[in-house]
């Protein structure tokens, strides 16, 4: 019998090839309605327990959904870290949470969100899980991605320019930030609950009725 751990590794993997391979049911609609899109995007930190939560709970069930098609979606991490004058950013769970996000942050710059997505799920899991050595390493062989893209972007001092960004777009989020996980949805924040579908589905104009809608 496959142990849990395999189990959510094979998980992973499936996973992955469906939203690679997207269903292409309403490609001609969207063709003709590429301003009705929904752009979400989640503000967060890779050690926050509420932020895993709703990413390995909330965000990995809705974007199952075929309301999906017309999300376009963004992770931001960084959440409550603070960012000196010199450039060091401090993080609220400690330096570790500064690591996963820069790792992170390397990863969504990097990859597609069809690519980069399977990988943050996969290490959101195994941080507050198996606490695997190597996590992220393992991750990205897990789901085939050259981890080396991603030790160049830390190690050259990218990855923490990229935090360094993502911390000026955080601070700079009207209403401020004051918890994680924090999501936006066209411009407006919204409770980030399981109902990530309602917010969607309100907020999308075009003429596609999507299943997830109907309720």
């Given amino acids: 019998m496959a142990s849990p751990t395999s ?31 929904v752009h979400v995007s ?5 050690l926050c327990p ?20 017309v999300v376009s979606l963004r992770l931001v991490p960084y959440g409550n870290a603070a960012t000196s004058q010199n450039g060091t950013v401090s993080c609220q769970h400690g330096p570790d949470e500064c690591y996963y996000n820069i790792i992170e942050a390397c990863a969504i710059e990097a990859w597609s969100m069809k ?16 606490k695997t050595p190597n996590l992220w390493q393992s991750c990205s062989n897990l789901l085939r991605l050259d981890p080396k ?41 919204v409770v980030a609950n399981d109902d990530l579908a309602i917010y969607v589905c309100n907020a999308y104009k075009g003429p596609i009725k999507f299943k997830a809608c109907q309720r």
């Fill in 115 to 130: 690519l980069s997505l399977p990988f943050i799920f996969c290490v959101e899991n195994g941080l507050f899980t198996s």
């Fill in 7 to 37: 189990f959510c590794f094979l998980s992973l993997i499936l996973f992955l090839l469906m939203i690679i391979n997207p269903s292409q049911s309403h490609s001609s609609e969207l063709k003709n309605g590429a301003n009705d899109f």
């Fill in 149 to 189: 893209t991603i030790q160049n972007c830390y190690s050259s001092g990218h990855g923490n320019e990229l935090h360094i960004s993502n911390g000026k777009e955080t601070n700079g989020l009207n209403p401020p930030l004051t918890h994680t996980p924090w999501l936006v949805v066209n411009g407006q924040n």
């Fill in 50 to 69: 509420y932020s895993k939560d709703f990413i390995l709970k909330s965000l990995q069930n809705f974007i199952k959904l075929d309301v999906m098609s």
């Fill in 42 to 46: 989640l503000y967060y930190e890779s």
